[in-house]
């Protein structure tokens, strides 16, 4: 196997447990709504999750473990995608704040910068932005 194999192999194996967190996102509070669906078909594509593989996620997320991240950017990025899940019926209910701040230590934030980060989130995302604001947004 060559490098760039490995590296392919790696980052769609990173994707496709990124994918489930989402999918788990969207599964907290109860069914799946339409507008989550469609949120989730486009981060498949996003992330190169292949039909059969989205149907397995979708079937049950939790066989996925959890997400690791290297970067900061990387992990910013996640819990970007994350909130988008969250603010797709435009609001934040208690399980789905639970379950973000568990990602976001489980990203490797500490507790301080992981509710510094959810706070700014849950102000940012009440209006739509892209990721290059969002980060902006949380650097200052």
Do not use: W
């Amino acid at each position: 196997m060559s490098f760039s194999e490995l590296f392919a192999s790696g980052t769609k194996k990173n994707n496709l447990i990124h994918f489930a967190a989402i999918v788990k996102m969207a599964v907290i509070d109860g069914e799946m709504n339409e507008p989550e669906l469609n949120l989730l078909k486009k981060f498949a594509k996003k992330l190169d999750v292949h039909t059969e593989e989205f149907e397995k996620v979708i079937s049950d997320p939790s066989k996925f473990p959890s997400d690791v991240t290297h970067t900061k950017e990387q992990r910013l990025q996640h819990i970007f995608d994350l909130f988008q899940m969250i603010y797709i019926d435009h609001e934040i209910d208690e399980p789905e704040a639970k379950l973000i701040h568990k990602y976001a230590i489980g990203l490797g934030c500490s507790e301080e910068r992981a509710k510094n980060i959810i706070a700014k989130s849950i102000l940012y995302f009440g209006r739509r932005f892209e990721f290059e604001d969002y980060k902006e947004f949380l650097e200052k």
